[in-house]
């Protein structure tokens, strides 16, 4: 399965954005599908999830209450809106899919090429 990712840009604070990851391929209903982020110097970390089946969710407490994620399953698109966007969510922001319910990135083991999201006071 490959992923791509798109909708990134550079916006102003309290701006909002929204991301879209397409699955080429099947994506089993076991399936997990992260969203993660890296910013210069810093390690990957863990964004948002959502089970392709049930549609159970997982936020990071950095996004909560901020971000969305979604799906459509028929289109193998998973979707991160994010609104009310702060500096310290600038990062290239990657698709991922695992089959574990979980914020940790060994999880995963399809991941996309990332979209960069700059955010400007």
């Known amino acids: 399965v490959q992923l791509v990712e798109s909708g990134g840009g550079s916006v102003q604070v309290g701006d909002s954005l929204r991301l879209s990851c397409v699955a080429s391929g099947r994506v089993y209903s076991s399936s997990v599908m992260g969203w993660f982020r890296q910013a210069p110097g810093k390690e990957r970390e863990f964004v948002a999830l959502?089970?392709?089946?049930?549609?159970?969710?997982l936020y990071s407490n950095s996004v909560k209450g901020r971000f969305t994620i979604s799906k459509v399953n028929a289109e193998n698109t998973v979707y991160l809106q994010m609104n009310s966007l702060k500096v310290e969510d600038t990062a290239v922001y990657f698709c991922a899919r695992g089959s574990q319910y979980s914020s940790d990135t060994r999880e995963y083991f399809n991941w996309g090429r990332g979209t960069q999201v700059t955010v400007a006071s």
């Open positions: 959502i089970r392709w089946h049930s549609g159970t969710t």
